[in-house]
Structure formats: structure tokens, C-alpha cells
């Protein structure tokens, strides 16, 4: 069975510039989520995704927003990037059923470096 | 809100000597309960997961971690650890709705001395 895939794995942007990075959940998984990874503010949770519908959403400005697909596969998109957006971006892929307790299982995360 | 505390930024232990990382959480209600791994430039890896099923549970690579109601507290332990094991570990929490909003810990970085 596949893991989940993110594309690509490493990016580099100037800033100002805008970003999309693409997610491919595990086959029959229909939530997806999207955490940003850095060294001064840890793991931030930014949003999830099921359906095509968001579910919930973390503290992070509009520049940054998603979308999902029929097919459960996400993309998240970045808009007007700042250095600070420097992040491992790492997507998580769930059954997402109601009040279960399946786990997620995250992909290999994409490195988005902005100069 | 629900938050989660991992003391000790950094613990190193000698090969074959017992790993203890701590992490406790704030809920009213207990959550599930996670431990992930992460190795450099990797993603998160789940070693294990409390559901409410047992309080004592099993992971993979010889870990395991017990829930602990009134100390609202989930460590990890593996009882020798091997050199392989040097690696981030984050405790996280979810609450038990429909929310799939996973609440991290700022992590623990292993070091296993030869």
C-alpha cells in the first residue's frame, strides 16, 4: 500500500512569490491535513480537509489556504511568501471518519525555503 | 485549549540503558494519545497510540508508553535502547471528536551514546 506523497520535496522561492505544494493521502483515506514544521515554533497545525470540504483550521494568516480534491488528494498554497514561511510543510492522511481514533500518517514533507 | 508538555528538549542515554521521554497533557477529557518519530529530514513516524483501550501500550521498534489518568501523563520507554533510536520524538494529542487536529508537543531529540 502507498504512503502518502508529497511533491516536491524541496523548493526554494524568493519572496513574494507565491507557492503550491501537492499531497497524495494514502488510497481510501479521505481527511488531509497540513502542519508546518520549524525550528522556533515546532509543529503548527494549519488546516484539514475532508471530502473537499475544510473540517478545521489552525492559526495561521489567509496567505495561507488549501483546497481538496474529488479524489482526496490536497494542495496547500502560500501566497505572498515571507522568510518566515521558511518550513518543512508536512501533509498527514487520515480515514477521517467521525470521533474514531485512527492515526495519521504523514508523508515525507516538503522543505519550502524563501529568500 | 488542550497542550501538551514534553519535558527535556534533549535526553541522552548509553546504549542499552532505559529510555524514559515524558509528556504530559492538558484536557479535562482524556484525548487519543500519539508518540511519532521523526529522523533528519524525514516525516513523522507513529510508534503508538492510546485510545482508551488499554492503559499500557505497545509500539513498534520495542517502545511502549502507559497512560496515566491521574497524572494526565503518556511516557515512553524502551527498556535498552540501540543506537538506531537516536531520533526526535513528539507526544500529541487529539481530542476524541470529530476534530482530526493533532496537537504537538515541542519534542524530545534522543541521543544514544556508544
Known amino acids: 500500500k502507498a504512503g502518502v506523497t508529497q511533491t516536491p520535496r524541496y523548493l526554494i522561492k524568493t519572496r513574494g512569490q507565491q507557492v503550491t505544494l501537492s499531497c497524495s493521502p494514502i488510497s481510501g483515506h479521505r481527511s488531509v491535513s497540513w502542519y508546518q514544521q520549524t525550528p522556533g515554533q515546532g509543529l503548527q497545525f494549519l488546516f484539514e480537509?475532508?471530502?473537499?470540504?475544510?473540517?478545521n483550521k489552525g492559526n495561521f494568516p489567509g496567505r495561507f489556504s488549501g483546497r481538496q480534491f474529488s479524489n482526496s488528494r490536497s494542495e496547500m498554497n502560500v501566497s505572498t511568501l515571507e522568510l518566515g514561511d521558511s518550513a518543512l510543510y508536512l501533509c498527514?492522511?487520515?480515514?477521517?471518519?467521525?470521533?474514531?481514533?485512527?492515526?495519521?500518517?504523514f508523508g515525507q514533507g516538503t522543505r519550502l525555503t524563501v529568500v | 485549549a488542550q497542550s501538551v508538555t514534553q519535558l527535556g528538549s534533549h535526553v541522552s542515554v548509553s546504549e542499552g540503558a532505559l529510555v524514559l521521554l515524558r509528556c504530559n497533557y492538558s484536557s479535562s477529557v482524556p484525548p487519543y494519545l500519539f508518540w511519532y518519530v521523526q529522523y533528519p529530514n524525514q516525516g513523522l513516524q507513529l510508534l503508538l497510540k492510546?485510545?482508551?483501550?488499554?492503559?499500557l501500550v505497545k509500539g513498534i521498534n520495542g517502545f511502549e508508553a502507559e497512560f496515566k489518568k491521574s497524572e494526565t501523563s503518556f511516557h515512553l520507554t524502551k527498556p535498552s535502547a540501540h543506537m538506531s533510536d537516536a531520533a526526535e520524538y513528539f507526544c500529541a494529542v487529539r481530542p476524541m471528536d470529530s476534530s482530526y487536529k493533532l496537537i504537538f508537543g515541542s519534542g524530545t531529540r534522543l541521543l544514544v551514546r556508544p
Open positions: 498527514a492522511s487520515s480515514l477521517g471518519a467521525a470521533g474514531d481514533s485512527a492515526e495519521a500518517f
Open positions: 480537509y475532508f471530502s473537499e470540504t475544510q473540517r
Open positions: 492510546y485510545t482508551s483501550a488499554a492503559t
